[in-house]
């Protein structure tokens, strides 16, 4: 995978994290509490692909944090064995941000839903992107609030008919991982909750990638939006649908590979393979946001096409790392101690009902 | 030049206070000036206590009253407690600033004004309609007409600068003139100058000219040939140094974290008038301070609980419509129960209010502004250098018990500022935190939610603890267990431990101050008012009258001894900068009467309207009957 280098040591996302001793299971990273999702919620995926994921990793189950918001998805860190937060409505990249900065032996991620991410945190999650946080955003995209009994949400199609939309919804959706490439994010994937494999390649990628890295996870809720995913997973449909993306291969899909990106202008569109040049096929490649964006161009509303797998990846300074390094240069620079601070440079002393002549230290380190 | 300071044949007068106040565009550099001044009578040993007065607009269209900046300071050579009610002198850099305090200079005043600024536009454009240097309506003061602006750039000239800069040191012209006529000290400002300039010498040297030019003015003229000294205040034994509120306040936050051992994590969004605490804390990274500007108020608190979470000591600063914003998280805070810091700086409300001016009306938002019952501690500094005590104690409290506590300071003291009686060593004592890392439950279960028996704190335990994984949140917590729990009476329990908790930090007593002994009236304040209500007691004293006086530091716990304190007087009368919301509270818990004196009008109360105020309330026999 292409990355760019931009003179920071070339850490890992988990380098600072320490190992665990011995091997781990998915049982592990199982906590005693009952999961309280409705049937057939696609949470349910997503938490077992976690739970097997985790152990893979190889880090101490106690130096992995999952904090999360508030809506379905948010309960997750319930039910993992690890440590965990579920905050408030949105604002899990914020606290996650804290910790992170903190903590460099830690691995954090934050759980979110399109609601608490996009809506009431949409600023907290595009600053983390920009500032390039070491934590992993797992977005769960089900295009509806479900907590809250269906209401409509920011990644929900134009005209959906909701408890709050009877006639049909009017604002325009976001594309979650448009909106991430925009807010400079240095890694953006996607996956499908019912794509274990897939799903699992992208969350592993995104855990190892230093920087903040969202993953949308597209995720049905069958109670308030059930089969909104279905023309990507019906196989009649998904087939000229479905584009997985892998760094450094031709972008080719569906049956032996008959449909191909190729470039239009700025953009991409889809053609049969058959009616292009080989050559015309567009590679792809995480590193070239210019790409990464037309195939993020790729996913409209209706779905005609969703592009999966790592969109981005790029090598960036992180603010967490630079922070610390901030601290640790100040600290190591030395000055005053805590009572030279206090005293400053300019002071006088009374002693026994007189005033002493007020000193005058030299130039301290403020 | 430098000879001047020693020069004997001059007259000189001794007085025991001053009050000055310098006044001038917002681009004049008012606050600057004020500031050196202050710094002068520092280095000299007065007391002082100042109030910087200034517009929330950075430029506002020259020479207009709202462009009016100003700052007062008060120096004696005992201890003072306010910043002075009116100025003996006044320093008005042009028509505006005359006209928006000449009210205040009471008659036989000195005003010195800048006179190349009184030109026909200037007075129009503040609507003068005759030259008040000529009209005769500045009769009652002695004016001294200095013709600042032309004085300043001629003794520039030869440096070569231009004459926008060369212009605008005449702040420090004023400064040094300001400077003879008190006998200050000298060299600390023109060392302030070249260090602050350091990178363009030639503004230095323009500064220090024009400094040296003001100081030369007054020894050369007759005008100003009675000098005036005012001794240095024999303050308690101890080593003093001049700080702002929001300095000491910060330092309390570093001293706080060293004592206790964490590292400081603040996250912070910049809000007048707190974001010197972010700045200052921003240049202390030596001491282990971490400081995040978040994208908003909200990022700004949940940070810092995550840092908290992870084991440092979270702080946020804010003032008041960032405290609203923080609400939601101060709840989580408190629910999830893990220390944090919360520093509210008042300003005038509601909404964006008045930025820039001060105000003590976020006592109830402190106390109750969240949903549902989410009890904080409340702690509020009583002074500038108060700040730094206030901020250790606050930390104390919400590391002790594993609680968000409110620091609530307010514009006055932030930005006002005093000297400083040092802490040393001894007093800085580290007593480090212990997390929790071993099980404490039964069968080596860990119980997040498990108390302490004395102060019902629950265990803090950081991830990378192994053996301890568990989760918080805002959900009602299980007792013991800290699970996801719905059950009512678990809620009930939950909800008065929390409660009971808060209620339960210990605070020192309530001191009274009754120098007599059979006071009938007890002067309560909290916060800033303390000098506004010490000065005016003090007067009300002299003037034969007894009368008690308490503060409280602590407002959430009240000192345990509150009630019994209030209920020993037959009235209590409480000053504040708000509606009356202390007495609101005192009323509610306690049920029984109050008496209000309050003020919002942007400015500390002065010693003699307070004096004023509260007089009525000593003397009226018939109103102070307390009802059966």
């Known amino acids: 995978m292409t990355a760019i280098d931009l003179g920071m040591p070339q850490l890992g996302g988990l380098d600072l994290v320490p190992t665990a001793d011995d091997v781990q299971k998915a049982k592990d990273y199982t906590s005693d509490q009952e999961v309280r999702w409705c049937p057939g919620c696609g949470d349910y995926a997503v938490l077992a692909a976690v739970r097997s994921f985790l152990p893979t990793l190889s880090i101490r189950r106690e130096n992995t944090v999952f904090v999360s918001g508030i809506g379905c998805s948010s309960r997750f860190p319930y039910y993992l064995d690890t440590y965990g937060m579920h905050s408030i409505h949105g604002r899990a990249p914020a606290i996650a941000t804290g910790l992170a900065i903190s903590r460099p032996d830690l691995s954090v991620f934050v759980v979110t839903g399109d609601g608490d991410a996009l809506s009431i945190g949409g600023n907290h999650l595009i600053h983390a992107l920009r500032r390039n946080v070491n934590v992993t955003i797992l977005l769960f995209n089900n295009r509806i609030y479900g907590l809250t009994k269906g209401q409509y949400s920011p990644t929900s199609e134009v005209g959906k008919v909701t408890k709050s939309t009877p006639m049909g919804s009017l604002d325009h959706p976001f594309n979650p991982v448009s909106l991430a490439l925009g807010a400079e994010a240095t890694f953006v994937g996607r996956a499908m909750d019912s794509d274990r494999k897939g799903l699992t390649a992208v969350l592993e990628a995104a855990a190892r990638h230093r920087g903040a890295s969202l993953v949308e996870i597209y995720q049905d809720c069958p109670i308030f939006n059930d089969g909104s995913f279905d023309v990507l997973r019906r196989p009649d449909d998904s087939e000229s649908r479905v584009i997985p993306v892998v760094a450094g291969q031709p972008i080719t899909f569906g049956n032996e590979g008959r449909w191909a990106v190729v470039r239009r202008g700025f953009g991409l569109r889809v053609a049969p393979t058959a009616e292009v040049a080989p050559e015309d096929v567009v590679v792809h490649d995480p590193a070239d946001l210019e790409l990464s964006f037309a195939l993020s161009r790729l996913s409209d509303q209706e779905l005609d096409h969703a592009v999966f797998g790592v969109l981005r990846q790029v090598d960036r300074p992180t603010y967490d790392d630079a922070t610390r390094a901030q601290v640790q240069q100040a600290v190591d620079g030395g000055g005053d101690d805590l009572i030279g601070l206090l005293h400053g440079r300019d002071t006088w002393t009374v002693r026994d009902g007189a005033v002493l002549p007020h000193t005058t230290t030299g130039d301290s380190a403020r | ?628």
Do not use: C
């Open chain 2, 1 to 628: 030049m430098n000879s001047a300071v020693d020069v004997v044949t001059d007259e000189v007068r001794k007085r025991h206070r001053v009050v000055i106040r310098f006044a001038g565009d917002s681009g004049d550099g008012m606050q600057l000036t004020g500031d050196r001044f202050t710094a002068e009578a520092a280095a000299f040993g007065n007391d002082l206590s100042t109030l910087p007065n200034y517009p929330a607009e950075i430029r506002a269209p020259h020479g207009t009253l709202a462009g009016v900046s100003s700052f007062q300071l008060h120096f004696a050579d005992y201890d003072i407690l306010t910043p002075g009610d009116r100025p003996d002198v006044l320093v008005a850099m042009n028509p505006a600033a005359l006209k928006a305090n000449a009210a205040d200079l009471p008659a036989g005043g000195v005003l010195i004004v800048d006179t190349d600024e009184f030109t026909p536009r200037n007075l129009a454009k503040v609507g003068y309609a005759t030259d008040p240097l000529e009209d005769g309506s500045l009769a009652p003061y002695t004016v001294h007409r200095v013709a600042m602006t032309t004085l300043t750039t001629s003794a520039l000239a030869p440096l070569g600068i231009g004459k926008k800069e060369a212009e605008r040191s005449k702040n420090m012209f004023a400064l040094g003139l300001l400077s003879w006529m008190y006998s200050r000290p000298t060299e600390g400002t023109e060392r302030w100058l070249r260090e602050k300039f350091a990178r363009r010498p030639e503004i230095a040297e323009a500064n220090v000219v024009a400094f040296r030019t003001g100081h030369a003015y007054g020894e050369t003229t007759e005008a100003f040939a009675v000098r005036t000294e005012v001794s240095p205040a024999v303050l308690p034994d101890g080593t003093y140094r001049q700080v702002t509120g929001n300095t000491a306040l910060a330092y309390g936050i570093v001293a706080a974290g060293q004592r206790f051992g964490l590292p400081v994590f603040l996250g912070s969004y910049p809000i007048t008038p707190a974001s010197d605490i972010l700045h200052e804390l921003s240049r202390l990274k030596r001491f282990e301070v971490t400081t995040f500007q978040a994208e908003d108020e909200i990022a700004g608190i949940g940070a810092a609980i995550g840092a908290a979470y992870g084991g440092a000591l979270g702080v946020t600063t804010t003032s008041g419509p960032g405290l609203s914003l923080k609400s939601e998280a101060l709840g989580l805070a408190v629910m999830i129960e893990l220390p944090l810091l919360v520093v509210d700086v008042q300003r005038g409300g509601p909404s964006t209010g008045l930025p820039t001016k001060t105000e003590q009306s976020d006592l109830l938002q402190a106390v109750f502004g969240r949903n549902g019952e989410s009890p904080v501690p409340v702690v509020a500094p009583s002074s500038p250098a108060d700040a730094f005590d206030a901020a250790v104690d606050a930390v104390r409290i919400a590391v002790t018990y594993r609680t968000p506590v409110l620091l609530l300071s307010d514009g006055a003291i932030a930005n006002g500022s005093e000297p400083w009686r040092l802490p040393d060593a001894g007093e800085l004592v580290a007593t480090p935190v212990a997390f929790q890392s071993e099980p404490n439950g039964p069968d080596g279960q860990f119980l997040p939610y498990a108390r302490d028996t004395e102060t019902l704190a629950r265990p803090w335990t950081v991830p990378g603890t192994p053996g301890m994984e568990h989760r918080v949140g805002g959900l009602e917590k299980a007792d013991g267990t800290g699970n996801i729990s719905y059950d009512g009476d678990n809620h009930e329990r939950m909800v008065r431990l929390r409660q009971a908790k808060v209620d339960g930090i210990s605070v020192p007593d309530l001191e009274v101050d009754d120098p007599t002994g059979d006071a009938q009236v007890l002067v309560l304040g909290w916060g800033s008012t303390f000098g506004p209500i010490g000065a005016a007691v003090r007067r009300l004293r002299a003037a034969g009258h007894a009368v008690a006086r308490a503060h409280v530091r602590h407002l959430n716990p009240l000192p345990a001894n509150t009630e019994a304190v209030l209920r020993s007087y037959r009235r209590v009368v409480v000053p504040e900068m708000n509606l009356g919301q202390l007495a609101f509270l005192l009323q509610g818990r306690f049920a029984l009467p109050v008496v209000s004196v309050t003020k919002v009008a942007g400015l500390p109360f002065g010693a003699a309207e307070l004096e004023d105020r509260l007089q009525p309330h000593l003397t009226d026999d018939e109103r102070i009957e307390v009802p059966a």
